[in-house]
Nanobody
Framework: VQLVESGGGLVQPGGSLRLSCAAS????????MSWARQAPGKGLEWVSG???????YYIDSAKGRFTISRDNAKNTVYLQMNNLKPEDTAVYYC??????????WGQGTQVTVSS
């Protein structure tokens, strides 16, 4: 399994970014997928997940601002992040599975929210 994230960068508070994770080596349409993040000096934090049936889940701080989606034809999962805050600054990782059942991880993409 290979997961490759992209789309990170530097954005001002209130701005938006869309992260992408291209997956290969798995039956993507059957896989639950997640996004997690690690802020400087902190542990890994699960952010959002999407199941094969399209159902989605978020941590409270992401609800109303982040949207996870998937395109099974492109084997890609996305994380649209709006109204970004400095506390969203982190390395964002894509993973197969959901909490307690994570499988493979990507290399991560840096998101920095700063004026």
């Amino acid at each position: 399994v290979q997961l490759v994230e992209s789309g990170g960068g530097l954005v001002q508070p209130g701005g938006s970014l869309r992260l992408s994770c291209a997956a290969s080596g798995l039956t993507f349409s059957s896989a639950a997928m997640s996004w997690a993040r690690q802020a400087p000096g902190k542990g890994l934090e699960w952010v959002s997940g999407i199941y094969s049936d399209g159902s989605t889940y978020y941590i409270d701080s992401a609800k109303g601002r982040f949207t996870i989606s998937r395109d099974n034809a492109k084997n890609t999962v996305y994380l649209q992040m709006n109204n970004l805050k400095p506390e969203d600054t982190a390395v964002y990782y894509c993973a197969t599975g959901v909490p307690d059942y994570f499988g493979s991880w990507g290399q991560g993409t840096q998101v920095t929210v700063s004026s």
